[in-house]
């Protein structure tokens, strides 16, 4: 347990937000989380961290859910501040599938944050597409940057946008190359992960080949 520095609170539409830490030499793995606390309330949450493992400052990319209580407390905070942090955890490894297996990051809103990390990692092989859906443009988090690290499938599903497709990200799965060996990591909301497990199993792959983090339940 510490307490961590906001060195930057980053808005990148009405309900995203960067929540950049003072990493103070904490060690973690591509994946793990951290339970953010909100002291006031006495409760903590956690949250995937986005940031590479080589970066001085630790990132998360956060939604603000409207009556919560951690998660607008974050997106509160001033530079400077202090927030108490629990040590890593975490089981969902991003690309840990092997040398020479291929896989494909699928993410809905801020479970884009465990591939973050993993792409924000030097010398790591690249995922062999990147699926990523979003409500709306605004909820997009680093697209150009994610555009020249992968091959990466947007789809957002409230609006037009040139050049983006319109729908839910499960509409891209059909353009991925058939590969019997594909391990699949999916991050977001239970319905897309429940949705695309059951794609991928239905087309012969194991369950062990898919991989899931689930960050919100629908209600
Ligand atoms: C392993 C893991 C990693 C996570 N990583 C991240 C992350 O990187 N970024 C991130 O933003 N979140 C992440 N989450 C979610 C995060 O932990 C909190 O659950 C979230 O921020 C809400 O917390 P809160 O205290 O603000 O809201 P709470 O006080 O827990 O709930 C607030 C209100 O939101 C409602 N609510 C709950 N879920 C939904 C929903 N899906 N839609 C609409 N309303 C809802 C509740 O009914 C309640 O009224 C992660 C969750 C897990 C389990």
């Known amino acids: 347990m510490g307490h961590h520095r906001v060195q930057e609170l980053r808005r990148h539409g009405p309900d995203v937000y960067e929540l950049v830490l003072e990493r103070n030499d904490l060690a973690f793995e591509i994946g793990d989380c951290l339970a953010l606390h909100n002291e006031a309330a006495a409760q903590s949450r956690p949250y995937s961290i986005a940031s590479g493992q080589d970066e001085d400052s630790l990132r998360f990319v956060i939604r603000r859910m409207v009556g919560g209580v951690v998660s607008p407390h974050l997106c509160e905070l001033r530079n400077g501040d202090s927030v108490k942090v629990n ?10 599938c092997g040398e020479n297996a291929p896989f494909v990051f ?22 062999v597409r990147c699926l990523y859906g979003v409500r709306a443009l605004h909820d997009v988090v680093e697209r150009d940057w994610l555009a020249s690290q992968c091959e990466l499938g947007l789809a957002i599903s409230r609006e037009d946008s040139p050049g983006v497709h319109r729908g839910r990200v499960t509409e891209l799965l059909s353009d991925l190359p058939e590969t019997p060996d594909l391990h699949v990591y999916l ?11 059951d794609w991928f199993e239905n087309r012969g ?13 629908s209600a």
């Open 87 to 96: 040590p890593p955890f975490g089981w969902f490894r991003p690309g840990a």
């Open 106 to 127: 699928i993410a809905t809103g801020t479970g884009i944050a465990p591939f973050l990390s993993y792409l924000r990692t030097p010398q790591r092989p690249a995922p």
């Open 187 to 197: 991050c977001g909301l239970d319905t897309m992960i429940d949705e695309v497990s």
């Open 205 to 217: 792959l194991h369950h062990t080949q898919i991989h899931r983090e689930v960050f919100f339940h």
